[in-house]
């Protein structure tokens, strides 16, 4: 295939730039090195445009086809940042930041979008243009909706756009897609239960706070188990649990609980945010103390549209063979999922083989997935915007 062969051919020059970012790993809308060095080749590869402050330090080029008849533009985007992880690959291009590593493989799906850039510069074999987005602060930030805020898909005329992650446990090149939910949302809550501090040999005269709290932590486990949809996933987790005092002999006037509420419904957000409010405020009035809920609504489900999933997976096809394109969909979020809702496309898994999980210090993007990758972004390009 010769899309494929192009990469095969350019496939140690990507990975000395994914390697290059890997040594240089740089957290959330702080990654100026990276986004710099992006935009530097993509103005090396010819493309028409190349801006640079989107969505604070996101770095956007333009590609136009050979002809742009069709007047439509195709987006393809990879985000930039790494994760507050002390790296344990022990790799000569581990990172030189202590405490910062290329933990999620956006490193290698940067280094692939420039790879595919550069093809499409040089064969610009579409009726459009290609508009190839380098996204800050997927990891927590939200980069992907400040890019969105920043006018993005109207300023470069985006019709569709199409984004793509890494995936240990799949075989390398291999890649995998649905119509639909494919990644959840993921909401933040906190819950500050006051009561009335006191001696731990006079609980009489307190409102025990820790005993409230944990009460809360317990029953919060029915919201899932009682007031969801059994066919529904919700996944609801408590991951602090603080008192005022660390003394074993006191009864804390105050504590803290955060956690995290994921699911692919959007009205199970809404059910699970006045569940937990409910829980929360009937066991501590129950109780004789008093509760503070805050809410944050966080990324939102990642939905594939049907039609654009369906081309995808014909060009991961094209590019690899056989497709699963019914994969289920997984718990974790993605703030790809604020690009969907702005403009119908699809996001893919790629196959990055036996190898430690996302997230784990001992997690490394596995450079022979990158002719796959890369092929996978300029095929969606002319695939959908097709010369003639």
Same mark, same amino acid.
């Given at each position: 295939?010769?899309?494929?062969? *192009?990469?095969?051919?350019?496939q140690a020059?990507?990975?000395?730039?994914?390697?290059?970012?890997?040594?240089?790993?740089?957290?959330? &809308?702080?990654?100026h090195?990276?986004?710099?060095?992006?935009a530097e080749?993509?103005?090396?590869?010819?493309?028409d445009?190349? =801006?640079?402050?989107?969505?604070r330090t996101?770095?956007v080029?333009v590609?136009?086809g050979?002809?742009?008849?069709?007047?439509r533009a195709?987006?393809?985007?990879? @985000?930039m940042d790494?994760?507050p992880?002390?790296?344990?690959?022990?790799?000569?291009?581990a990172?030189?930041?202590p405490?910062?590593?290329?933990a999620?493989g956006h490193?290698?799906?940067?280094?692939?979008l420039?790879?595919a850039?550069?093809y499409?510069?040089?064969t *610009?074999?579409? @009726?459009?243009?290609?508009?190839?987005?380098f996204?800050?602060?997927?990891?927590?930030?939200a980069?992907?909706?400040?890019?969105?805020?920043?006018?993005?898909?109207?300023?470069?005329?985006?019709?569709?756009? &199409?984004?793509?992650h890494?995936m240990?446990?799949?075989?390398?090149g291999?890649?995998?897609?649905?119509p639909?939910?494919?990644?959840?949302?993921?909401?933040?809550f906190?819950?500050?239960?006051?009561?009335?501090?006191?001696?731990?040999?006079?609980?009489h005269?307190?409102?025990?706070t820790?005993?409230?709290?944990?009460?809360?932590?317990?029953?919060?486990?029915?919201?899932v188990?009682?007031s =969801?949809?059994p066919?529904?996933?919700v996944?609801?987790?408590?991951?602090t649990?603080?008192?005022?005092?660390s003394?074993?002999n006191?009864i804390?006037?105050?504590?803290?609980?955060?956690?995290?509420?994921?699911?692919l419904?959007?009205d199970?957000r @809404?059910l699970?945010? *006045?569940r937990?409010?409910?829980?929360?405020?009937?066991?501590?009035a129950?109780?004789?103390?008093?509760?503070?809920?805050?809410?944050?609504?966080?990324y939102?489900v990642?939905?594939?549209?049907p039609?654009?999933?369906g081309?995808?997976?014909?060009?991961?096809?094209m590019?690899?063979?056989?497709v699963?394109?019914n994969?289920?969909?997984?718990?974790p979020?993605? @703030?790809?999922?604020f690009m969907?809702?702005?403009?119908?496309?699809a996001?893919?898994?790629l196959?990055?083989?036996d190898t430690?999980?996302?997230?784990?210090?001992?997690?490394?993007?596995?450079d022979?997935?990158?002719?796959?990758?890369?092929?996978?972004?300029?095929?969606i390009n002319?695939a959908?915007m097709?010369?003639?």
């Amino acid at each position: 295939m010769p899309i494929k062969n *192009r990469f095969a051919e350019m496939q140690a020059e990507v990975a000395g730039w994914r390697q290059d970012f890997h040594t240089h790993p740089e957290l959330m &809308y702080e990654v100026h090195r990276t986004a710099a060095r992006v935009a530097e080749l993509l103005r090396e590869f010819g493309c028409d445009e190349v =801006v640079e402050g989107i969505g604070r330090t996101g770095v956007v080029g333009v590609i136009h086809g050979q002809s742009r008849g069709s007047g439509r533009a195709i987006g393809l985007r990879a @985000d930039m940042d790494a994760l507050p992880i002390e790296e344990a690959t022990g790799v000569p291009y581990a990172s030189k930041t202590p405490g910062v590593m290329h933990a999620c493989g956006h490193d290698g799906h940067t280094a692939m979008l420039l790879g595919a850039a550069k093809y499409l510069a040089e064969t *610009r074999a579409f @009726d459009g243009s290609a508009v190839v987005v380098f996204q800050p602060a997927e990891e927590g930030g939200a980069g992907g909706r400040a890019m969105c805020q920043d006018g993005m898909m109207d300023r470069f005329g985006i019709n569709e756009i &199409y984004g793509m992650h890494n995936m240990p446990g799949l075989p390398v090149g291999q890649f995998a897609i649905r119509p639909g939910a494919l990644l959840a949302s993921a909401d933040e809550f906190e819950i500050v239960v006051t009561g009335k501090g006191g001696h731990a040999a006079m609980p009489h005269e307190a409102v025990d706070t820790t005993l409230v709290a944990a009460q809360i932590l317990v029953t919060l486990q029915s919201v899932v188990a009682r007031s =969801v949809d059994p066919i529904k996933r919700v996944v609801l987790t408590v991951g602090t649990f603080e008192t005022d005092s660390s003394a074993s002999n006191v009864i804390a006037h105050t504590v803290r609980m955060k956690g995290t509420v994921r699911t692919l419904d959007g009205d199970c957000r @809404d059910l699970a945010e *006045r569940r937990i409010r409910e829980v929360a405020e009937g066991t501590a009035a129950a109780m004789g103390a008093r509760v503070e809920m805050t809410w944050e609504d966080g990324y939102p489900v990642t939905v594939n549209a049907p039609h654009q999933t369906g081309f995808a997976a014909d060009v991961a096809r094209m590019v690899a063979g056989e497709v699963d394109d019914n994969v289920d969909p997984i718990m974790p979020a993605e @703030d790809f999922s604020f690009m969907l809702e702005e403009r119908p496309g699809a996001y893919i898994f790629l196959g990055n083989g036996d190898t430690a999980m996302c997230h784990h210090p001992a997690y490394n993007f596995d450079d022979e997935a990158i002719p796959m990758g890369s092929s996978w972004y300029a095929g969606i390009n002319e695939a959908r915007m097709p010369l003639g």
